[in-house]
Structure formats: C-alpha cells, structure tokens
C-alpha cells in the first residue's frame, strides 16, 4: 500500500508547499554538493586570469561571468558583496561562507593574492580529497554490514529450520540481540568516521 500525501485535505498548508518543504533538503543538498565540486575548478580558472595579469578582483568578475547557472548567480552575490566590503553575509549555505571569507580574506589584505589564491586552493583540494576518501570508507562499512547482516540472517533461517526456535531459545535471543547491537556499533562507527 502506498501512501499518498496528496489524498488528505490539508486545511492550513496547500499541497505545493508540502511538496516544496519535503523536496527543499533534498535539493539544497544537491546544490551543495555541486557547488563544492565546482570551487577547485573556479579556483584554477581564478589563478589562470590572475597569471594573465588581471588583478583579484578583475579576474574574479571574469571567472564569474563564464560560470553558468545557479552557481552563477551564487558567486555574484559573493562579488557584489566583496566590491561593498560587506562583512554580514546573508549566504544560506555554509559552503558559501566559508568560501566568502576566504575571498574577503585575500581581497583584503591585498597581499600577494595571486599565492593567497593558490594556497586556498590546495586546502580546497586536500579538504576534497579527505572527504572522498571518508565517504569511501563510510560506503565500505556499509557494505561490509550488509553483506554480514545477510549472512547472518542465512545462517539465522538456516538454524531455524533444522533445530527449531523452541529448543534453543535463549540462544537465538541472544545471538539476535548481539547481532543487532553490533551492527548498530559499526554504523555508528562509521557515522563517526566522516
């Protein structure tokens, strides 16, 4: 049976904005994940127009402007505010903050940029890097879990049918309590990794 959100009249929020509130997440999360792929590629095209010898803040507006999308409009907004010196930034995403105060950073110390630029680039980089080797893992735990969980639960079924539930009670108990507080240990664990 399935369940169908629609079919129940909803007196006080109309049917859209239910959509809207169940699907937001799971978009703001995708954005997200796009955009922070996106930044080390900006990042090498903000470093190739400074190398040109445009300043910081010509070859931002630049690379920019080549950007297409949502991360387009996302990265003026971040150009805008560092042109008005903004410091209150009003970035829903933290990806973006964090990346508007690097930037508002190096703007602003006027410093050597062009190496500002590069070093945030190898953090930008490093930070990829680690979370991708965190997710690997994470996805190896995963699976080494459910391959044991379907083992367990064969050899489970298997004892079942040829030694009964009824005389081994205690020991099926508490084979099946261990089981899932192990299983539940290792999620965690690997919950913990990231």
């Known amino acids: 049976m399935r369940l169908n959100l629609f079919q129940y009249n909803l007196p006080h929020l109309s049917q859209e904005a239910l959509l809207i509130f169940l699907v937001e997440p799971l978009i ?3 954005s997200e994940s796009k955009l ?5 590629l900006f990042l090498d095209f903000l470093i190739l127009e400074m190398q040109s010898g445009r300043s910081f803040r010509g070859a ?20 805008e505010m560092l042109l008005n010196k903004d410091r209150t930034s009003e970035l829903d995403s933290n990806i973006l903050k964090e990346f508007y105060h690097e930037l508002f950073e190096i703007d602003r ?4 940029p062009l190496e500002q630029v590069r070093h ?11 979370r991708q080797k965190s997710r690997l893992l994470t996805q190896q735990v995963r699976l ?27 020991l099926f108990t508490a084979s099946i ?5 192990g299983s539940v240990w290792i999620l965690k664990k690997g919950r913990d990794v990231k």
């Not at 922070?36 to 080390?40: A, F, K, V, W």
């Not at 945030?120 to 680690?130: G, K, L, N, P």
């Not at 459910?146 to 009964?164: E, H, N, Q, R, V």
Request: cysteine-free; proline content about 1%; glycine content about 2%.
């Open 28 to 30: 703001k999360k995708h």
């Open 36 to 40: 922070r792929d996106q930044i080390p």
């Open 60 to 79: 931002f507006a630049s690379v920019v402007e080549a950007q297409k999308g949502w991360i387009r409009f996302q990265l003026r907004e971040i150009l």
């Open 109 to 112: 110390t006027q410093v050597s």
């Open 120 to 130: 945030y680039r190898a953090q930008v980089r490093s930070q990829t890097f680690f």
């Open 144 to 170: 080494q879990t459910y391959l044991l969980s379907a083992m367990y639960i064969a050899i489970l079924l298997f004892d079942l049918f040829k030694y009964g539930f009824y005389q081994n009670q205690k």
């Open 177 to 181: 309590i261990l089981f899932l507080s």
